[in-house]
């Protein structure tokens, strides 16, 4: 097991939301500022979720969720598990104000779980602080002047490109070793800083064992990233990639 981060204050008399670093279609990033009692300060994110706006049944699979007692896509089917209350399957399948707070929380208490697990496994992440409610604490990529760039978006240099992409070819056996897919992997869901690429973005991560479309789940992943990289001309076989990958299962 890792040791919890030396610049984690873990007993604090009070904390200041410093603004917003990120807006999404499923979270707001803030940066807070937490103060210790022994004088020592630290500098975090933290994830809220927003409300997912359903307006019709039909949108359910927007949600990761079919109208079905399987709940093929849903975040604890990924795990092997299922919504098991009769009122919880009547309430998702409703998008009631209950079946919504249902999938988000689930949705939160999986993304702590898996990114927990993938950082003591030694993945390049975020170190995952607590959730609670519909905020997730974690580390802040970043420095005083900007938080660490999504990886479409960091400029890498030609040269970069191949340590970049070494590093996240052995993160992708990281994540799969520990039984994993990312379920969303791209550009978009990878920071880029410091020369180190950081794996983000984890609600829908996929336990490959109990799901049976885990498999195709990853080949995704991995072609995603890989088409990426192969854009920027770096001469990469995403087939290869994947079919490397899968060794770590």
Not at 134 to 144: I, Q, R, T
Not at 176 to 203: K, M, Q
Request: net charge negative; proline share 4%; charged share 30%.
């Amino acid at each position: 097991m890792r040791p919890t981060p030396t610049w984690l204050v873990t007993e604090f008399h009070d904390e200041d939301d410093l603004g917003v670093v990120k807006t999404g279609k499923e979270a707001q990033i803030n940066l807070i500022e937490r103060h210790g009692h022994d004088g020592r300060t630290c500098v975090f994110a933290r994830k809220r979720y927003l409300p997912r706006e359903v307006k019709q049944k039909g949108e359910l699979e927007a949600l990761g969720v079919q109208r079905s007692s399987a709940f093929v896509h849903d975040v604890q089917y990924r795990e092997g598990r299922q919504f098991r209350k009769s009122r919880d399957r009547r309430a998702v399948e409703r998008m009631s104000t209950y079946g919504k707070r249902l999938l988000q929380d689930r949705w939160m208490g999986h993304e702590h779980e898996v990114m927990t697990r993938l950082w003591h496994a030694g993945l390049s992440v975020p170190y995952p602080i607590a959730y609670d409610g519909n905020v997730f604490d974690l580390e802040y990529v970043g420095d005083d002047e900007r938080a660490a760039p999504q990886l479409h978006a960091a400029r890498l240099r030609a040269e970069q490109l191949p340590a970049a992409f070494d590093q996240l070819v052995d993160g992708l056996h990281v994540i799969v070793a520990e039984g994993y897919a990312h379920g969303d992997l791209s550009a978009y869901n990878v920071l880029w800083w410091d020369d180190r690429v950081w794996f983000i973005d984890f609600p829908q991560a996929v336990d490959i064992a109990a799901n049976p479309s885990g498999i195709d789940f990853l080949h995704r992943d991995v072609l995603n990233v890989c088409g990426w990289f192969s854009h920027r001309g770096l001469d990469v076989d995403g087939e290869e990639v994947f079919a490397d990958v899968l060794r770590s299962l």
